[in-house]
């Protein structure tokens, strides 16, 4: 298990560092800013899972691994972003992978922690979101999870298969596999397919007898 949970937390952290650095490259972020952002989309996530947990100091500033592997993602980016842009939706498919990963391994880990499977499905989510929030925040944007086609529901849904089969016995490498795949192609459907959660509905101007603002006096007498 603890091997398990420490190659999905690197392969989420590369993947989620690549986002995070392209998303920084894009904005046009110097060398600094792209390794600065990769390191903080990539980490953020792990870091307040391990917090959360007691698995204090955290990983992702105790284990060098985890700081290369941001470091050589920001690199790439920063070297080869004109290349990654040219795929499809590159930041969105690469959020959509470490997304995936980092639910299963924050899920993981809780379950390894003996966190009830409820609070583990919830922390695994709080773990996939985690580092695109950060992300977000740093780039002076709306983050993804608040304004995106099933975001947090699509770590919510991994999380639950990786809680579902240990619940029910399952080896934990197959139920890592089948909650990351679940999280990922729930994610890509979403953003193909323009999957949505009910937004809440704007009230039609001058509604519920307000009057216009050409008629309305002003304030000050």
Not at 15 to 26: I, S
Not at 149 to 157: S, T
Not at 206 to 216: D, H, I, L
Request: overall charge positive; some cysteine; glycine content about 10%.
């Amino acid at each position: 298990m603890k091997t398990l949970v420490l190659v999905l937390d690197l392969a989420g952290t590369f993947v989620f560092a690549l986002a995070g650095a392209t998303a920084g490259a894009r904005r046009q972020l110097d060398i600094f800013g792209v390794l600065v952002l990769a390191f903080a989309a990539a980490c953020a996530g792990g870091i307040v899972r391990d917090v959360l947990i007691g698995a204090t100091p955290p990983g992702a500033i105790t284990d060098w691994r985890f700081l290369a592997a941001s470091v050589l993602a920001g690199v790439i980016a920063f070297k080869w972003h004109a290349a990654i842009e040219r795929m499809a939706n590159p930041v969105r498919m690469f959020d959509a992978a470490g997304l995936a990963l980092f639910a299963v391994a924050g899920t993981q880990k809780a379950l390894a922690y003996e966190l009830n499977p409820v609070m583990a499905a919830l922390l695994g989510m709080l773990t996939g979101i985690g580092g695109g929030v950060v992300r977000d925040v740093l780039l002076a944007q709306i983050p993804l999870v608040l304004r995106a086609e099933l975001y947090a529901v699509a770590a919510l849904g991994g999380a639950t298969v990786v809680v579902l089969g240990d619940q029910f016995g399952a080896p934990p490498v197959p139920a890592a596999l089948c909650g990351a795949a679940f999280c990922f192609v729930l994610r890509v459907l979403a953003i193909r397919r323009g999957w949505q959660l009910p937004k809440a509905l704007q009230q039609p101007a001058g509604a519920a007898g307000e009057k216009p603002a050409s008629e309305r006096k002003d304030a000050r007498l």
